[in-house]
């Protein structure tokens, strides 16, 4: 519970529920593109070539990235449950990928 959500019934909690989904998953948007940066800025101080493999899973990472703040656009947009349901579903399917990434990549 937070400042926003405490003392209000269902109903009234369910938006700040929402956005703080919403906001959560932005953090993680936040702070897996700051461990990207980082891996690439150490290959680069190492001057470790990039190879295609490196330079395609990087900008499908990125890609990944986008269809996350897609999918988060929509609930903001258009708020309803079905669409809610699919794009938590997507977001934590794209977050498991980039924990894949990171844990091959470390």
Not at 48 to 62: E, G, P, R, W, Y
Request: hydrophobic share 35%; charged share 25%; aromatic share 10%.
């Amino acid at each position: 519970m937070d400042m926003f959500s405490e003392g209000k019934s269902g109903g009234e909690r369910e938006p700040y529920l929402r956005f703080h989904s919403i906001l959560t998953h932005l953090q993680f948007i936040a702070e897996t593109t700051g461990r990207l940066e980082e891996t690439l800025r150490k290959q680069i101080n190492d001057c470790v070539l990039f190879s295609d493999k490196a330079i395609s899973q990087t900008n499908h990472l990125i890609y990944q990235q986008t269809e996350i703040i897609r999918y988060l656009a929509d609930v903001i947009r258009n708020g309803g449950e079905g669409i809610r349901r699919r794009a938590i579903e997507e977001c934590k399917n794209r977050m498991r990928a980039w924990n894949v990434y990171f844990l091959t990549s470390s």
